[in-house]
């Protein structure tokens, strides 16, 4: 998965963030260029799809879990990299909500579904790969996901170093530890997540 997700407030607003998609599309291309077939599930973005790349449009984190599930079936790996909103609207006005003074407009949030976690619990689940990207606490926080997600990998990077940008400076967290990559571009950063997660796939074939 890859981008944002867009939840709509009513016909013309909506919450979303600045997750540009440039690390999703580019591992994408990583996967792809080490001979994997890739299904790349993508929030809104400007981006284009890389060769050899199957490429599914979704706005909202509901359509991103539904066209998950449907691309899952016989997959060796899932990478999580979409910044998924956590809330939408819990409900969505059907016309253009218009202004009335200086009156507060208050929206109710409720929780979208966590992809991840649901790809994580799943009996036949493939390899899962977490994405962290956090403002503070970096290492925290990342092997609290991989944990309590129980993933087998989670790249963390904190969202001033990379979040929009061409470059990375990100830290791969599995169970054997922290294993940092040097900052580069993000077509480069990705290369070594994807060695890595062919690291984690060898060992768990001979396991």
Do not use: W
């Amino acid at each position: 998965t890859a981008g944002p997700t867009y939840e709509a407030i009513d016909p013309v607003r909506g919450i979303t963030n600045i997750s540009s998609g440039k690390m999703g599309y580019a591992l994408a291309a990583a996967c792809a260029a080490a001979g994997a077939e890739v299904v790349l599930v993508s929030g809104p973005t400007r981006l284009t799809c890389p060769a050899g790349v199957t490429r599914v449009d979704v706005a909202s984190a509901r359509q991103m879990q539904t066209a998950v599930e449907e691309a899952l079936p016989g997959a060796d790996v899932f990478i999580g990299v979409a910044a998924v909103a956590d809330y939408r609207p819990a409900e969505v006005a059907a016309d253009k909500i218009k202004k009335t003074g200086n009156d507060e407009l208050v929206l109710r949030l409720v929780p979208n579904p966590d992809i991840l976690a649901g790809v994580a619990a799943r009996a036949d689940r493939p390899l899962c790969v977490g994405f962290a990207a956090e403002s503070r606490n970096l290492a925290e926080y990342a092997t609290k996901k991989l944990h309590g997600k129980k993933l087998d990998m989670v790249v963390g990077n904190l969202v001033q170093d990379g979040m929009g940008g061409d470059h990375n400076t990100v830290v791969i967290f599995d169970h054997a530890g922290q294993h940092p990559l040097p900052r580069a571009a993000k077509e480069r950063v990705a290369q070594g997540i994807v060695n890595h997660v062919v690291r984690l796939l060898n060992q768990s074939s001979n396991a």
